[in-house]
């Protein structure tokens, strides 16, 4: 929850301060948003088994876990940052895999080994990205009430 606070409290001073509104600002709160993605998906797969080994970024992977651990999406997930490679078979899919880092790790680690940027196109506005973040809010608490 933490981090979804920080994301929306920052969202919205770019919003109202067009001087806050720059892409360092942007990456910070796309990493927390992220990050807080991540932390919602292994909290309710550890939730739903303790010994769930989740050594992974990958916030795709992790969410076709979740919808194996809960296939009726019992939270009611919407689930933003999961990629939709269309109709790319497996060794399309990979190849796109390895040009650019899982979100989570896209914007935590703004360089490739600390001396490339990663490639792609990556865009933020943040008046539209405040919706996003209540969602999250919500599913985090939603989350929260359906396992406690």
Not at 29 to 55: I, P, R, T
Request: charged share 25%; net charge neutral; proline share 5%.
């Amino acid at each position: 929850e933490a981090y979804t606070h920080t994301a929306e409290s920052l969202t919205k001073k770019m919003v109202s301060d067009e001087k806050e509104n720059t892409w360092p600002n942007a990456s910070v709160v796309l990493m927390n948003s992220v990050h807080a993605v991540e932390l919602l998906l292994k909290g309710l797969l550890l939730y739903h088994n303790a010994s769930s080994k989740l050594g992974t970024h990958d916030i795709d992977e992790l969410y076709k876990k979740y919808l194996i651990a809960y296939p009726d999406n019992t939270c009611g997930i919407e689930m933003p940052f999961t990629t939709d490679y269309g109709s790319l078979n497996e060794a399309e899919i990979n190849k796109l895999k390895k040009l650019s880092p899982e979100p989570s790790v896209l914007y935590r680690y703004p360089t490739k080994n600390g001396q490339v940027e990663w490639s792609g196109a990556q865009g933020f506005i943040a008046k539209l990205f405040i919706p996003v973040i209540r969602r999250l809010k919500l599913d985090i608490g939603g989350a929260r009430e359906k396992i406690t």
